[in-house]
């Protein structure tokens, strides 16, 4: 195996790989169908309107699977390894990725970007002077490649990112490149505590073909993580990079649609209304004003009238049947799309019936959570180790819990019964809290409060007595009976 100490030597010179390029050419392709920048279809003659309908049917399917994936705030909770709260590093992941609208303005980022391109990156910078927290930095993967081994795309020895600088006149690359003293990557992957990383930037004029020219000394990463992470979009197996949700057919169907859509209007443009016809009569000797009088002076002249044309049903379901294609293969309903054909019409629905009709988006949220809720605890934990509030030892053993909320909404009233009933099954209070999407923690203080707030107003004679199982009220009775031993 190539010794990892000569990684960045192989790659400050080497030119992106031809699958790099492709890639970066898909990408370019899918931020121009998320943002609606389609070819038009139909050549527009000068002087006559454009006919030319230019539909984003690809936008809407990355907002859909981010709003489901990032739409309400997902909590980070860290526990020690008795499973409770962790007071002091729970207040840092609070303020590490900002206030709850900060944070999920943030993910929701880092969800678009995977969307579109398979892969999301994430760059993480230490604290500087009075910064108080690392940033968190969301990248454009269109500027990272990633180096692997040849025999395990999973475990990445490299991070090269390229971008132009001042105005194109000059390129930019930094590599960030693994450090393995011990020549054991193949065998320790990612958990080699010796390991280190090294940031080497190199930069070359224009789009030459010179060689890049190393800018200052190189700077030592001392630890076992590499500043950045990155998660695959969605699983793709044998593959570095993960499968992002607008694939270059669902672009190309957007295009066909786009193309009958526009050939439809056209056809409606030409043949939607009556058209008068006039046989055996010079054009000059008619007049088809609205207000004028047609007079035909020959005995074989003839008048009539084409009938519009009204039968679109034939186009119509082909649009549809495209269009439920799309659905299909983007595993977005068109229910979660909003449109109304698709909508139930009377009565309610059932939770059985509401998971069915959104059962391909909750698969396919499910399988994100599991990529990028990944990403979140790395870089959580490597931020508490940067901050010096978890040892480096413990970055792979440190529990970090990520609390989603429900992907369906919930029927209150069935909700409740159903939490009586678990109550009454004896199931614990913190689980019954998590069903109903309630912070088991939170709740629990402000039941205490409230209870002990009962049992001083009582005391003064307001309010009614409090529950004879009323947790606060046993906690005051123990608390005297200890005072009182203490006393005697």
Request: hydrophobic share 40%; glycine share 6%; proline share 7%.
């Amino acid at each position: 195996m190539m010794a990892t100490q000569q990684i960045p030597l192989s790659l400050a010179q080497a030119p992106a790989p031809q699958a790099d390029l492709d890639r970066k050419r898909l990408q370019k392709a899918a931020w121009k169908a998320y943002r609606g920048e389609f070819q038009p279809q139909l050549k527009v003659v000068s002087g006559q309107p454009d006919d030319n309908v230019l539909a984003n049917f690809c936008g809407p399917i990355v907002d859909k699977g981010v709003s489901w994936l990032f739409g309400q705030e997902v909590k980070i909770a860290a526990t020690d390894e008795a499973g409770k709260d962790d007071n002091d590093i729970q207040d840092f992941l609070d303020c590490l990725l900002g206030d709850a609208d900060n944070k999920m303005s943030l993910l929701g980022d880092i969800g678009i970007n995977g969307g579109v391109c398979g892969q999301a990156f994430v760059k993480l910078i230490p604290a500087q002077g009075n910064m108080k927290y690392p940033r968190v930095v969301v990248l454009d993967p269109m500027l990272v490649r990633i180096a692997t081994l040849p025999d395990d795309c999973s475990l990445a020895i490299a991070y090269i990112i390229e971008y132009p600088a001042a105005g194109g006149a000059m390129q930019k690359r930094q590599i960030i490149a693994l450090t393995d003293p011990n020549s054991d990557l193949d065998i320790m992957g990612n958990y080699d505590l010796a390991d280190t990383w090294t940031i080497t930037n190199y930069e070359r004029k224009g789009q030459s073909q010179d060689n890049w020219t190393q800018v200052g000394e190189p700077q030592e990463w001392p630890y076992p993580f590499p500043p950045i992470f990155c998660c695959k979009n969605l699983p793709n197996p044998n593959e570095s990079w993960g499968t992002p949700d607008l694939t270059p057919d669902l672009i190309n169907q957007n295009k066909s649609l786009n193309f009958m859509l526009s050939n439809l209007s056209r056809i409606i443009k030409f043949h939607g209304h009556p058209k008068t016809w006039i046989k055996g009569v010079g054009a000059a000797q008619v007049n088809v004003d609205v207000d004028g009088v047609i007079y035909l002076q020959s005995d074989q002249a003839q008048l009539g009238t084409l009938t519009p044309m009204d039968n679109f049903a034939g186009i119509l379901s082909f649009v549809t049947t495209l269009m439920s294609n799309i659905d299909q293969q983007s595993r977005i309903p068109a229910v979660a799309l909003g449109r109304q054909e698709t909508l139930p019409k009377l009565g309610n629905i059932s939770g059985v019936a509401l998971s069915l009709m959104f059962q391909p988006l909750i698969e396919k949220t499910m399988q994100k959570r599991c990529t990028y809720g990944c990403m979140i605890r790395q870089i959580c934990r490597a931020a508490l180790v940067l901050a010096g509030l978890i040892d480096v030892s413990d970055y792979e053993d440190y529990k970090i819990e990520l609390h989603w909320p429900d992907l369906l909404p919930n029927d209150n009233l069935q909700a409740a019964q159903e939490a009586v009933i678990m109550q009454q099954l004896q199931v614990s209070m913190d689980t019954i809290y998590r069903s109903l999407g309630l912070d088991p923690a939170d709740e629990m203080a402000k039941k205490q409060q409230e209870d002990a707030q009962q049992v001083t107003n009582f005391s003064r004679g307001q309010g009614l007595p409090p529950a004879a199982n009323n947790p606060a009220q046993q906690q005051i009775q123990q608390q005297n009976q200890q005072d009182q031993k203490e006393e005697a």
